[in-house]
């Protein structure tokens, strides 16, 4: 795929992981609770599942974040419905950040030592400002203003 603009939507559709779905044992496996919990944890309302056309639960990568927190609050002594709350939470953080990297991503290229990212007009400056986010292999990562890049 060379077009920019195409590669731009397949990574906007990667964010918004509604597309992509896991199954019941997946999840269980990367959160490490049984698939019983997680069914029950579903009929208590605190996460969801698609069913498949096969009549399978299926969980977007949203719900197994969701449900790893609970995990992890269980873990730290939290009941099951202080978890679940918690996790809420930290749900519509991550809703608003997923929100925000659909919304602003719009391109990015590999850089020495790194990768950069363009996030879009900034209000205030002229139209050919933009923030970038630099991500360093050593795991620095700082915002810079520049023009517009041209680079693809």
Do not use: C
């Not at 918690?86 to 925000?100: D, E």
């Not at 659909?102 to 850089?111: A, L, T, Y």
């Not at 990212?117 to 400056?125: M, N, R």
């Amino acid at each position: 795929m060379e077009n920019p603009a195409g590669r731009l939507a397949v990574v906007k559709k990667i964010i918004d992981s509604e597309a992509m779905l896991l199954s019941i044992g997946d999840v269980a496996n990367a959160v490490d609770v049984s698939t019983r919990q997680l069914r029950y944890w579903e009929k208590k309302g605190y996460i969801k599942s698609k069913i498949s056309k096969t009549g399978q639960r299926k969980y977007t990568y949203f719900t197994m974040i969701q449900a790893g927190n609970i995990a992890s609050y269980i873990e730290d002594g939290f009941t099951l419905a202080k978890a679940a709350e918690k996790a809420q939470s930290n749900g519509r953080i991550m809703k608003a950040l997923r929100h925000f990297l659909k919304e602003r991503f719009s391109g990015g290229r590999e850089i020495p030592n790194g990768y950069e990212f363009d996030l879009g007009e900034i209000k205030g400056l002229p139209k050919d400002q933009r923030l970038f986010i630099e991500v360093l292999e050593n795991g620095e990562s700082f915002f810079q203003v520049k023009k517009e890049s041209t680079n693809d």
